[in-house]
């Protein structure tokens, strides 16, 4: 069982950065052993990939976003990270973390969920 805490958010001028948190409290495995992920949803618009990386720490990202965002893990705190640079006022959005309980890396193997945290980037 993995519950996630995200933390972080904010108002930013658009070219600016923001750093989100996600703190897991596990128990049954160890947090090293999940791939985690960011996601985020937009009012009106359905929840959207962000960034993924996985036990080995490889990392993946949608294309909108490569570049500009990085996702890192701290298996010592137990905590996944999401640098967000160069951020667009689409990028405007609650930013959920998840962890990969399912283990095979695919959307749907994400099945443990934060509560989000909300960006906003005005221009």
């Known amino acids: 069982q993995v519950q996630l805490v995200e933390s972080g958010g904010g108002l930013v001028q658009a070219g600016g950065s923001l750093r989100l948190s996600c703190v897991a409290s596990?128990?049954?495995?160890?947090?090293?052993?999940?791939?985690m992920g960011w996601f985020r949803q937009a009012p009106g618009k359905e929840r959207e990939f962000v960034t993924t990386?996985?036990?080995?720490?490889?990392?993946y990202y949608a294309d909108v976003v490569k570049g500009r965002f990085t996702i890192s893990r701290d298996n010592a705190k137990n905590t996944v990270y999401l640098q967000m640079n160069s951020l667009k006022p689409e990028d405007t959005a609650v930013y959920y973390c998840?962890?990969?309980?399912?283990?095979?890396?695919?959307?749907?193997?994400?099945?443990?969920w934060g509560q989000g945290t909300q960006v906003t980037v005005s221009s």
């Open positions: 990386i996985n036990r080995i720490g490889a990392t």
């Open positions: 998840a962890a990969d309980t399912g283990g095979n890396g695919q959307p749907g193997d994400f099945g443990s």
């Open positions: 596990v128990s049954g495995r160890t947090f090293s052993s999940y791939g």
